[in-house]
């Protein structure tokens, strides 16, 4: 089992940053993709940014290129998302997930752990 548990979320202004972390403990795997999506309300769960863990691999949603970056830090096995430049769209919830196979999947039925989220409040 993996346990994943995210913090850094908030309500900030349009225009404004966060940084949300996740932080990974329990069974580790050789390759694996660690990944954060967001769910708005009403919405489907959709994906943000991932990164492919031994490669250093990262890889982004088009509604965020540019704004946000994806990073890790191995010896605290921490993930990272800073966000800058953020907009009233981008309220949601936001999760952290890992998938076991490494893939680099997109897609959220891949993902085999999942933290509790924390929430993104961006205000006009």
């Known amino acids: 089992q993996v346990q994943l548990v995210e913090s850094g979320g908030g309500l900030v202004q349009a225009g404004g940053s966060l940084r949300l972390s996740c932080v990974a403990s329990?069974?580790?795997?050789?390759?694996?993709?660690m990944a954060w999506f967001r769910q708005a309300p009403g919405k489907e769960r959709e994906f943000v940014a991932g990164i492919i863990w031994s490669r250093d691999s990262t890889y982004y949603a088009d509604s965020v290129k540019g704004r946000f970056t994806i990073s890790r830090d191995g010896a605290k096995n921490t993930a990272y998302l800073q966000m800058n430049s953020l907009r009233p769209e981008d309220t949601a919830v936001y999760y952290c997930a890992v998938e076991q196979a490494g893939w680099g999947s997109q897609k959220p039925a891949t993902y085999d752990y999942w933290g509790q989220g924390t929430q993104v409040t961006v205000s006009s």
């Open positions: 329990g069974r580790t795997f050789s390759s694996y993709t």
